[in-house]
DNA sequence: CATGAATGAGGCTTCATTCAT
DNA sequence: CATGAATGAAGCCTCATTCAT
């Protein structure tokens, strides 16, 4: 079978692009060495440019694959015609699912120091995940449903209240647990919600 | 006068902790260069070792000095004898002047890549803040002024959700002004309010 | 029939040699890299170790398939029952006429940084090229048809003038046409002839 | 006295410049490696890159100090109210002066494999050894003391020969003294002399 | 005490060579 | 037998740190 050296490939490709995303979010762009990405991912250190031309091609084939992973945990099968809580505290379960099962992921895009390595690609594909909620957030606003804050504000709150959850957590100032997740979701949600 | 070469070194200092700051802050600790800070600072290379034995050093006083201007900023003449509500937006308003007076010192604080090397001290005085600001909360929810929420998700939420709007400030997704910041704040006040 | 394997390694040996030749020439020794050679050839990197034992025995082959094509330019049917000035002038063409059919091959063989990577054989094939023309250089010399100056010397000189002729062509300082090479040739026919 | 590092700075980056000569001119450009020139130059790797941004930095300083060198080796007190054929051997002998006084920076100057990476000062630099020569040349050919041959093709049939010689010397196909140097110069002025 | 030239370990990247398919 | 992915030594270059001045 001439398909073996293909699925080879993958499986290397697949095991760069995760020791890649462990180590930038541990040690952030440039703390991560690329030999030690190498080591980490098992291959040796010319592998990586067969895969990736540069360190910053390979940040930004990280920073897709993740943003990729988290557009579909947010906004895969997403039901919206249903109560604005509803949605909400489905796409913050949906969210503290992806800090779980990908912990690694979350803490990388959280990351700021890759960003000015991003290429267009990589900018366009944040805003495919930003757009979707936003639209969303923006109908349920008009019909009654949300605060009247602008969606952009409400947007940066939510979002950076509940990476300063995981992040708080990683750090040690607090543990958390899916029943404190939920309560922290429901004090989050008056945030949203119509006073 | 024998106070001048104090002096002369205390401004030296300032000017290294501040070139050091607004590098870090730029572009991380491992992707700010001791030569690149001693520039910024205007002075030579080897200045930066007769004030700090080591980058990681120095890296621990520019976050010290970081923090406890943010602490001032924060709580010093801080009038806990008021409204829940009046004190959370003193804070909030408190937040957002210190962003904007130093944006360099905000900017750092929020980085992460520099995590790693902080010592004790840091740590300790990283505490040092929050333990003020979660003394001043617990009194609050035991008198019935604050949402019945464990005390340190709230402030884990409140302190990630001005950052997510600080960040996607300074990512271009968004602009503030005193106005629209004042309005985030009355919107994370339900964060915290009694519903 | 068998003789088509034979056929095709033949074909792709003559690929990978003009390959060589090419970049050998353009980039120098250190400046030509195997996968560029192969992949201008048209075969897989490891090909090319099928047919040289390494980058060395590689600039080998290059240099003798390229010498021996030099070789057969300069002599082959050469007629020496001529007046020296005509024997001259005949090979002052010859040398153009190789320049010309292939100029990879004559700026390869001018390059100096395969030299110390040749081996005895490839030594041995340069006097084989050399040998012949001062024998006749002599011949004429004691037949009283040349100037009496070393014919090592003499050969030198000439060889040179030639190679400075196309190196000053090809970086640009002058442009040569038949015209412009054979009143060269009869010029340098004048370091030749009899005072 | 502050002179003192100056001068240190200038020597160190004598050493190199001297260093780098000889490796580019043994091996060629891409066969130099700029640890290996730091090691001949008897400094750190690092300190190539105090003086030098790069390595094809460092190629254009080495060839325009040989360059430099050179012109003043041919032009420096040339006496040109003379005869032609004094001239010619004048310049001959200066050649050959160069080419034993400075053997690096004359091999180096023959290699081609660094043209590629010559920036616009260093072609300049070319023209202006040329350019004098040429016009030298000219008016001696308007004078009738030159052989009516272009004179780019006049001076690089020269060039080349005297180059070829000390190429066969270095390739151990002769052997040069200063006799057999200046009847080879003889022979080619009968090359430029009106026949 | 400040300086900045020097250092060399270590980072990113290339490439000659091997080997499983 | 051809292939091309993988390798790791080695190349270019940076930078934290030292030290002579």
Redesign the pocket.
């Known amino acids: 079978?001439?398909q073996?050296?293909?699925r080879?490939?993958a499986?290397?490709?697949r095991r760069i692009l995760d020791a890649a995303l462990a180590l930038f979010g541990e040690r952030g762009?440039?703390g991560?060495?690329?030999?030690?990405?190498?080591q980490r991912a098992?291959?040796?250190?010319?592998?990586?440019?067969?895969?990736?031309?540069?360190?910053?091609?390979?940040v930004n084939a990280v920073f897709r694959d993740a943003k990729t992973r988290l557009r579909a945990a947010l906004l895969d099968g997403l039901e919206v015609q249903r109560p604005p809580a509803s949605i909400f505290l489905d796409l913050w379960q949906r969210l503290w699912r992806f800090a779980c099962d990908a912990p690694d992921a979350f803490a990388f895009l959280e990351l700021q120091d890759h960003v000015p390595y991003l290429d267009a690609k990589s900018r366009a594909l944040e805003l495919e995940v930003l757009a979707p909620i936003a639209h969303i957030a923006r109908a349920l606003q008009q019909g009654g449903g949300l605060r009247p804050v602008p969606v952009d504000l409400m947007m940066a709150l939510v979002w950076g209240a509940f990476a300063g959850l995981v992040k708080s957590a990683r750090m040690g100032y607090l543990t958390l647990d899916d029943e404190r997740v939920t309560r922290a979701g429901e004090a989050c949600w008056a945030l949203c919600a119509v006073p």
């Open positions: 079978m001439a073996t050296p293909a080879d490939r499986r290397t490709e762009y440039h991560a060495a690329v030999p030690a990405i190498a098992g291959v040796g250190a010319g592998t990586i440019y067969r895969h990736h031309a540069s360190k910053e091609d390979l």
